[in-house]
C-alpha cells in the first residue's frame, strides 16, 4: 500500500489489530519516532515514543497484515491507496529525462487550465515527500484572470509593507549576525528582488 503525506498539530493515533498482527516488524523498521516495538511476537505501542505519533502513515501501509490504523493529524485509513504496479514505475532512464526536461518558464499561455488538469496536478502534489512534521501546506488554485490579478495586487502590498525588512539601515543592524556570505546575499539579490517585484507588479497594473 502506499500513502500521501498529512500535516496538522495533534498526535497521530496508533490501533493494532492483534489477531492480525503476525510480529514481522516491518511497522517498526519504518516507525521514525520509535512509537512501535515487538513484544511477545506483536507489535505494540511504545509509553516513551520521542515526540509521540507524527501520522506519518509509514507502518499503516507497509504492514502486510492490515493490522496498524492511524488516525489523527487528517490521516485516515480511507487514505490508503494501492502502490502502482512495478512495471508502470519510472525506471531511472525515465525518471532522468523528466528531471532533465523539466524546465522552469515563468511565460504562461493565454487560455485557462482545464479543471481535469488540476486535479491531476493536486493528486500527484498530495504525494509528494515532506520535511519534518508538522508541515501544514497549503494549495492556492487562482483559477481565472481577475483572481491573479487581485493576487499580485495583495502580494505586492504585501512586499511593500515588509521591504523595511531588506531595508539598509536593517540590514547594517543585522550585519554583526549575519555571515558575509548572507549579507551578500541580501545586499546583491533580496534587497534588490524586492524592488524589482514592485516594479514589475506596478508597471502591470499601469498596463492595465
Ligand atoms: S507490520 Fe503489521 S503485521 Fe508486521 S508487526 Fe507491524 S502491525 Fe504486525
Ligand atoms: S504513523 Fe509514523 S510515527 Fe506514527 S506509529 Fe506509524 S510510522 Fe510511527
Known amino acids: 500500500m502506499a500513502i ?4 496538522t498539530n495533534e498526535e497521530g493515533i496508533i490501533s493494532i489489530d492483534n489477531e492480525l498482527c503476525n510480529g514481522c516488524g516491518l511497522c ?3 516507525c521514525k519516532d520509535f512509537s512501535l516495538f515487538i513484544e511477545n511476537g506483536k507489535a505494540v505501542v511504545s509509553s516513551t515514543p520521542v515526540f509521540g505519533c507524527i501520522s506519518c502513515g509509514h507502518c499503516m ?3 502486510p497484515k492490515g ?3 492511524i488516525t489523527g493529524r487528517t490521516l485516515s485509513p480511507d487514505d490508503l491507496f494501492e502502490l502502482p504496479k512495478t512495471k508502470s514505475v519510472a525506471a531511472y532512464d525515465h525518471l532522468l529525462s523528466l528531471m532533465q526536461r523539466r524546465r522552469s518558464i515563468r511565460e504562461f499561455r493565454d487560455q485557462p487550465v482545464e479543471d481535469e488538469i ?3 496536478i493536486l493528486a500527484a502534489a498530495r504525494t509528494a515527500p515532506m520535511g519534518l512534521p508538522p508541515t501544514d501546506v497549503n494549495v492556492l488554485i487562482l483559477n481565472g484572470k481577475e483572481k491573479n490579478a487581485e493576487f499580485v495586487k495583495d502580494f505586492t502590498e504585501m512586499l511593500k509593507n515588509m521591504k523595511w525588512f531588506a531595508s539598509k539601515p536593517v ?3 543585522m550585519r554583526p549576525f549575519m555571515s558575509r556570505e548572507s549579507a551578500e546575499l541580501y545586499k546583491s539579490f533580496i534587497s534588490p528582488l524586492f ?3 514592485i516594479l514589475l507588479s506596478d ?6
Open 61 to 63: 501501509a507497509i504492514c
Open 171 to 173: 540590514l547594517a543592524l
Open 28 to 30: 517498526v523498521s519504518v
Open 203 to 208: 508597471k502591470s497594473f499601469q498596463i492595465k
Open 67 to 69: 493490522a496498524i490504523k
Open 195 to 197: 524592488d524589482f517585484f
Open 4 to 7: 500521501p503525506t498529512t500535516r
Open 118 to 120: 488540476i486535479e491531476k
